[in-house]
């Protein structure tokens, strides 16, 4: 049984500072990523990483703010992110699967976490 457990969601002042982390349970994957959906909005791909080769990739809007990083003993995913902006505000979503190739495809990831809150004022 797979399992996504998100954590370490909240509210920062802009130009501050959350880390986000994702405990994953059940099965280890090749591609893991941070997915977010503002009110209003469609869900966009922000961060995605390929444990095989460590590749990562990000949203053009957060490079060099974002580092999405994956602990292979603790099977575990993290988003730090800094210098946040309002417009960062959204639930973020950690994912998991098989997608190489294509980091940002949400049907590449069969399992999902529950979402966590991140509000930036």
């Known amino acids: 049984h797979v399992q996504l457990v998100e954590s370490g969601g909240g509210s920062a002042l802009a130009g501050g500072s959350v880390r986000l982390s994702c405990a994953a349970s059940?099965?280890?994957?090749?591609?893991y990523s941070w997915f977010r959906q503002a009110p209003g909005q469609e869900r966009e791909g922000v961060a995605a990483i390929d444990t095989g080769d460590g590749s990562t990739y990000y949203l053009n809007s957060v490079e060099g703010r974002f580092t999405i990083s994956h602990d292979n003993n603790k099977n575990t995913l993290y988003l730090q992110m800094n210098s946040l902006k309002p417009e960062d505000t959204a639930i973020y979503y950690c994912a998991a699967g098989s997608n190489r190739g294509v980091p940002f495809r949400e049907r590449g990831y069969p399992y999902w976490g529950q979402g966590t809150q991140v509000t930036v004022s």
């Open positions: 059940g099965y280890t994957f090749n591609t």
